[in-house]
């Protein structure tokens, strides 16, 4: 008998409760489920279920590889769907949530070219700067930034790194003078991001030790990285931003780069999905598209 087949039995069995129901589904005869179990015992040598006339209970032996027996036929399905995606292209919707801005400026273009690529893909795109549930909200990725909290059954997969900047514009640099070191940093204004009541300091590497946070003098909190690119244009202070995000403005001239022999610090980006035995090929294709244009982006 073919082992696989006698698996798939197996379970059914232990499922549904009785060989008879474990039949119908499968689309067997009884006597040929009790076959199938029949054929692992002997083959293992060991009782996996202990049958009455009235009943059935798994034996403890029989628990295990019940549990080992699930794992081997999704690994089985998993290879077959994976041999499949290799004969087809992606198709249906794929819902993806990422930050607003970040979404918007860098991660949709790539998911476009995607979609135009293969016609027979559907994008659901959420943009938004609250984390969500993947499997309650029904998403199949999410694009996230910066630390991840809570990666519990899911998988991440750094697609690109973003290069924070200290800059400012050139009329606050003449009244002012710009910061030699970071320690000079204290004594200028700067236009700080806070989101969800939480002011995120400024963090600089260090060559010997963790680095270092620092929050310099502000009497501007935004929760919007463009809107504080706009102000620190307008002259209004300093600020730490992602270089992706001002490098037109730098190419213009309206903002100056800071502190530029200091190390910067690299916001890593995320990608993550609900742990599966078999990666969508819609997901997976989506993944490997950011991982290979995102990064060019950040430079």
């Known amino acids: 008998m073919d082992r696989l087949a006698s698996m798939a039995a197996f379970v059914k069995?232990?499922?549904?409760?009785?060989?008879?129901?474990?039949?119908?589904?499968?689309?067997?005869?009884?006597?040929?489920?009790?076959?199938?179990?029949?054929?692992?015992?002997?083959?293992?040598?060991?009782?996996?279920?202990?049958?009455?006339?009235?009943?059935q209970s798994l034996t403890e032996f029989g628990r295990a590889y019940y549990e080992r027996c699930r794992?081997?036929?999704?690994?089985?399905?998993?290879?077959?769907?994976?041999?499949?995606?290799?004969?087809?292209q992606p198709c249906g919707k794929l819902r993806v949530t990422m930050p607003v801005l970040f979404g918007r400026r860098c991660v949709t273009p790539i998911l476009l070219t995607l979609a135009q690529k293969y016609p027979a893909l559907e994008l659901d795109i959420s943009f938004s700067d609250r984390l969500v549930d993947l499997a309650e909200d029904g998403y199949d990725l999410a694009i996230r930034t910066g630390d991840l909290d809570n990666k519990v059954g899911m998988i991440a997969r750094r697609i690109a790194r973003q290069r924070m900047i200290v800059c400012a514009s050139p009329s606050y640099l003449e009244m002012?003078?710009?910061?030699?070191?970071?320690?000079?940093?204290?004594?200028?204004?700067?236009?700080?991001?806070?989101r969800s009541g939480r002011i995120r300091p400024w963090i600089f590497p260090r060559k010997h030790g963790a680095p270092v946070g620092i929050t310099p003098v502000n009497r501007l909190r935004l929760d919007d990285l463009d809107a504080i690119a706009d102000a620190a244009v307008s002259g209004m202070g300093l600020a730490w931003l992602p270089y992706w995000l001002v490098r037109e403005r730098i190419r213009a001239g309206t903002l100056v780069p800071l502190l530029v022999d200091q190390p910067s610090f690299p916001y890593d980006c995320h990608a993550l999905w609900l742990q599966t035995p078999h990666l969508p090929l819609k997901v997976r294709l989506a993944v490997d598209a950011l991982a290979a244009a995102l990064p060019k982006r950040m430079m």
């Open 13 to 55: 069995a232990v499922e549904l409760g009785t060989f008879a129901a474990a039949a119908a589904a499968l689309d067997l005869s009884g006597p040929m489920v009790g076959k199938h179990v029949r054929f692992l015992e002997e083959r293992l040598g060991v009782r996996l279920i202990n049958r009455t006339t009235r009943r």
């Open 71 to 88: 794992t081997v036929l999704a690994e089985a399905e998993a290879a077959d769907a994976l041999a499949a995606d290799q004969l087809s």
């Open 176 to 194: 002012n003078g710009p910061p030699q070191q970071i320690e000079d940093l204290g004594k200028h204004n700067a236009i700080i991001y806070r």
